[in-house]
């Protein structure tokens, strides 16, 4: 079994074709997880490429693709959705080979043939009526043919001047070269077409170009840096004082930087970064952080610095109560639970556990 895809191809399913590895017999009732299922994929010129086997949503044949999905057709065929990745355009890669096998079975490999276009629109869909629609181009083919001079041009069966119309005609070419202008206007035109401005024409031949334009450089001379100009570099393509500069030596109007100064400042995110540092909180201000009254709950193993702090505050400070097996400690009002901890003993062993939620 083949197919062929677009390289490319997204969302595509194949049937593969499971039987039985003793007698050949269909296989029937094989789902994406039976045991020693192991279907894979070999690009052209790859390693082979395990499938994620998976079940199909509801699962039912009428399912949208799903990478994986695996589900029984009948009398032997399975629907298996390719990943994605199988498909792949890439430089070379023109099939893709389908194989696996399943403990006890055979698996029968299919080969899928990888387009640079998709054949489905390769060319436009033909119509039943062509041959009537050729049949018509041809008559009136015909038809004009017909209309032309006999003996002349197409019209003509042996291409002979039977009349002597297209000798006439060559004739009259022929004398057109040395003829005076005539014509309407023709006496404007040849007052216009003067032997100076003849001369303008004239200067286009190649032994007349003027030296400027002939002096224009070639890519050979570029490139051989043959141009005397101290602002281009052939190497680098560069214009002085235009493109980008490497090094700077003299800097009118302000201080040259050196070293890494513009890297260790980074990408200041304020204003300024003058804005930024008068952002940072003091010493001061830190220590001066107030302590809250934390809502109900378990304290956090990756709680803040601030919220560690308080707990610890709150639990030296607030009201607790104590059982034989409960250690709870209250908010400010000293009745509401803040958290509160399991304890007890056990053939002498004294545990705490974690405080959770009060």
Known sequence: MSYIFTKGATSQAIELYIVDSTNGTPETGVLWNTAGIDLKYRRKDAVVVSITEAALTTPLLTDTWESGGFLEIGNGVYRLDLPDAALASAAGIDRVVVFGTVTGMVVLPVTIHLTAFDLSTASAAQTADNETRLATIETDTNEIQGKLPTNKFMGSSDGADDDGTLNTIAGDVANIDGASMVGTDGAALASNYTATRAGYLDELA??????????????????ARTIVSANYVVVGDTLARVTLVDTVTTYTGNTKQTGNNFTRLGAPAGASVSADIAAVPTVDEMWAKAMSDLATGAPSATASVLTAINYLFEAWRNKTTTTDNLVTIKKDDGSTDLTKSTIGDAAGTFTKNEFVSG
């Open 206 to 223: 190649a032994a007349n170009l003027p030296t400027d334009i002939a002096d224009i450089p070639t890519v050979a001379e570029f490139e």
